[in-house]
């Protein structure tokens, strides 16, 4: 049974930076991508950042310049570094890990979320 245990949220001021981490733990499939989503109050969940285990990256528009994700393959641990907080940026924040290829059964599993806070 895989798990995810996401850490690193917390309440900051605008401008404020704060890192979130989520470590895997279980029998995992060495080809996979993680990355980080959120849920703002009223608003539909979306993809904020994502890193395959070749270090191939994408985020959302309105975080370019301001988070950085990594990843750590040797302890299946993903990070999402954020930067110049905005209260927008307010929300929970989940770690995804999947994967949806040949190589390997699909499988797709999520953290409990960690709750970011951003103060104006």
């Known amino acids: 049974q895989v798990q995810l245990v996401e850490s690193g949220g917390g309440s900051v001021q605008a401008g404020g930076s704060l890192r979130l981490s989520c470590v895997a733990s279980?029998?995992?499939?060495?080809?996979?991508?993680m990355g980080w989503y959120r849920r703002a109050p009223g608003k539909q969940r979306e993809l904020v950042a994502a890193?395959?285990?070749?270090?191939?990256?994408n985020y959302l528009d309105s975080v370019k310049g301001r988070f950085t994700i990594s990843r750590d393959n040797g302890k299946n641990t993903v990070y999402l570094q954020m930067n110049s907080l905005k209260p927008e940026d307010t929300a929970v924040y989940y770690c995804?890990?999947?994967?949806?290829?040949?190589?390997?059964?699909?499988?797709?599993?999520w953290g409990q979320g960690t709750q970011v806070t951003v103060s104006s």
């Open positions: 279980g029998s995992i499939f060495s080809i996979n991508t």
């Open positions: 995804r890990l999947y994967y949806s290829g040949s190589l390997s059964d699909g499988f797709d599993y």
């Open positions: 890193i395959t285990t070749g270090g191939s990256t």
